[in-house]
């Protein structure tokens, strides 16, 4: 084999995703593909070790009919319906009447989906409280390592203002996605996390709840969906920051979000454009 053709196979990684045929277009701050096809690439099965898997075939309907469309509900409408279910700017990543960040002019695009990683029990069992519990789900105990954090109680706080840009994951840190700053918006999931005593030396793997999220934090996390697409004036193309983070080399598999459950998700996200639909 060439020094040249060695070259070109080490770079790679920098321009295509590992497992799909999708790759980064510079000039378009955006994956190949349409948007359907961006979002199967970007949201492929992140196992419980948080392991990368296969894609998935489809999206579920509501994401289909959705993604990469222009946001069809007024601002109105949807101050609305926040007002009427008591939501406020400071849970939602911002006010809806300030645009989200912009990289090289153009507007957000991606909505990226992240696990907190913790808190972590090491080998203890997980306590029955833990979708309530107040110390697991604090939602200052991370930091600003994301736009929004999501407890399992389905809580929420803005870290960030959608507005600020931010990179969360090794992609934007990296090669050509460096200059994407500010293209994602990045919300997090609190996910507690254990080893097994047996395996935790041996294999590292987390173990994580069953089911991985609540059903409250996957209704908030439509809600802030929503919130972010009204401001970028299109509904948001999802992403996984287990693929972004591969996408970017890391040296680990990281970000999750672990377990996470498209169709539960699209399931809620249905409801909440039901709901907001009705009440116009």
């Given amino acids: 084999m060439s020094i040249w053709i060695s070259a070109w196979l080490l770079l790679i990684p920098s321009v295509v995703l590992a497992v799909t045929n999708c790759y980064w277009d510079a000039g378009r701050m955006q994956f190949s593909g349409d948007a359907v096809q961006q979002t199967l690439c970007l949201t492929p099965t ?6 990368v898997g296969g894609l998935e075939e489809g999206l579920p309907s509501t994401l289909d009919e959705l993604v990469g469309r222009e946001f069809d509900f007024s601002r109105e409408a949807v101050e609305a319906y926040f007002v009427e279910h008591g939501l406020r700017d400071e849970e939602l990543g911002g006010a809806l009447n300030v645009r989200v960040s912009r990289a090289r002019g ?19 069992t997980f306590t029955p409280d833990i979708n309530i519990s107040p110390h697991i789900n604090d939602l200052r105990q991370f930091g ?8 399992r109680d389905g809580n929420s706080t803005t870290l960030i203002d959608f507005f600020q840009p931010l990179r969360s994951t090794y992609f934007e840190a990296r090669d050509t996605g460096a200059k994407a700053k500010g293209r994602f918006l990045h919300v997090g999931l609190i996910q507690p996390v254990r080893s097994n005593a047996v395996d935790a030396i ?4 987390s173990l994580i709840p069953q089911p991985a999220y609540t059903r409250d934090q996957y209704r908030r996390l439509a809600q802030v969906y929503i919130a972010a697409s009204s401001r ?49």
Wanted: net charge positive.
């Fill in 46 to 51: 992140v196992r419980t070790n948080g392991v």
């Fill in 106 to 124: 153009e507007n957000a695009f991606f909505f990226a989906i992240h696990d907190s990683d913790g808190p972590n029990f090491g080998t203890r």
């Fill in 144 to 151: 600003r390592r994301w736009h929004v954090l999501i407890g």
């Fill in 202 to 205: 041996k294999t590292h793997d």
């Fill in 232 to 280: 970028a004036g299109r509904w948001l193309i999802p992403a996984y920051a287990a693929q972004l983070n591969q996408y970017g080399r890391a040296p680990v598999f990281m970000g999750g979000p672990k377990g996470f459950d498209l169709s539960a998700w699209a399931k809620e996200l249905r409801n909440v454009y039901r709901e907001i639909y009705s009440s116009r």
